[in-house]
């Protein structure tokens, strides 16, 4: 979009009802309707790297039907996000279901076309094994950029049955290949069991701060966000988000539950109290809709990636006006 377009918006839904039609995500334009985005909703339908319940592969088209009702206003952030930024839907990335590594080639080189038109990417998921190449195109553009990722898990573990590319290792394969910054990693939402101490100590030695559900609780979502605003800075920063954060009964669609886990509220606080942050791209990943009860998953997804989108359409918008 140049400057002097308005962006297409989403489908007017006093005119056409909200439930009819296709879903796009937030009913948005798709991309080939509108040529180019400033931002980029893209699907991931990919879920072969799971350690437990399958399903996350229809978790990107479970969000864009839980999407429809989302309005165009956020006064949680004061803004307007498709009508500051060209927002549009660019379908989905097809992966191989058969083969990790080509799957995990395909999205890298699907990324970097979507991020090569200037775009930025609002990526969902799809198991969390999509977030390395996702995480290695953003590092071709913008050098290594701060972490932030909101999940029960770690997934800095180094392998399953032999395999490299799993939903529980992304972020060790990350820093191996030097794509984050190590001054800006953070986990938020952690909780429950692990294979032993030494996984929280390899993560540390990763470069990874922790906040736990439990500290989320005691200390509140604005002193969490303050922290997380100072450790990440004015640097590139992509935020990854694992719906397990949540607490399955604000998610129990997903395929790794652990219990004791953030509210929805929660989250959606600590992402408002870092809308003054670089966000360069982001992702909504591990809704499995087959384990969903009334869309409660895939609506908190949803919302997630709106405020998401918010946050980016109003730098997108603040850079042009300078
Ligand atoms: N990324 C998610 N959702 N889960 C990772 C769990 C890895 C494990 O089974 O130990
Ligand atoms: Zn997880
Ligand atoms: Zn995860």
């Known amino acids: 979009m140049t400057s002097n377009e308005t962006p297409r918006g989403p489908v007017d839904s006093s005119r056409t009802p909200r ?6 995500y937030a009913r948005l334009p798709r991309l080939d309707e509108v040529g180019s985005a400033d931002v980029a909703v893209v699907g991931v339908p990919f879920d072969a790297g799971v350690s437990y319940r399958p399903g996350a592969r229809f978790g990107g088209n ?10 165009p206003y956020n006064p949680a952030q004061d803004a307007s996000p498709f009508a500051l930024a060209q927002v549009a839907d660019a379908g989905d990335i097809a992966a191989n279901p058969f083969n990790i590594n080509e799957a995990v080639e395909t999205i890298e080189e699907a990324a970097d076309q979507l991020l090569g038109t200037g775009a930025r990417l609002m990526t969902l998921g799809g198991d969390h094994t999509i977030a390395l190449p996702l995480l290695r195109s953003v590092a071709k553009k913008h050098g290594p950029v701060a972490l932030l990722h909101f999940d029960a898990h770690l997934d800095t573990w180094d392998t399953y049955f032999g395999a490299e590319y799993t939903h529980g290792t992304p972020f060790r394969r990350a820093v191996e290949e030097g794509i984050l910054d190590t001054e800006a990693l953070s ?5 429950g069991p692990l294979y032993g101490k030494q996984d929280l100590k390899d993560d ?3 470069g990874f701060g922790i906040v736990t559900s439990a500290d989320v609780y005691r200390r509140g979502a604005d ?6 605003r100072q450790r ?4 590139p920063l992509y935020i990854s988000i694992d719906i397990d954060c949540l607490d399955p009964a604000h998610a129990p669609g997903t395929g790794t539950p652990e219990a004791g886990g953030l509210t929805s509220r929660e989250l959606l606080e600590i992402l408002r109290g870092l809308s003054s942050c ?4 982001a992702d909504v990943v591990e809704v499995a809709p087959a384990y969903d009860h009334a869309e409660i998953t895939s609506v908190a997804a949803s919302h997630t990636a ?11 918008a603040e850079a042009r006006s300078k």
């Open 204 to 206: 540390e030695k990763m």
């Open 19 to 24: 439930y009819a039609g296709p879903a796009t």
């Open 306 to 316: 709106y405020d998401l989108i918010t946050i980016m359409s109003r730098q997108i």
């Open 223 to 228: 002193e969490v966000a303050d922290q997380l």
């Open 187 to 191: 986990h938020v939402g952690i909780r």
């Open 278 to 281: 670089n966000l360069v791209s």
């Open 62 to 71: 479970a969000i864009r039907e839980a999407s429809r009702l989302l309005r």
């Open 232 to 235: 990440i800075g004015d640097r």
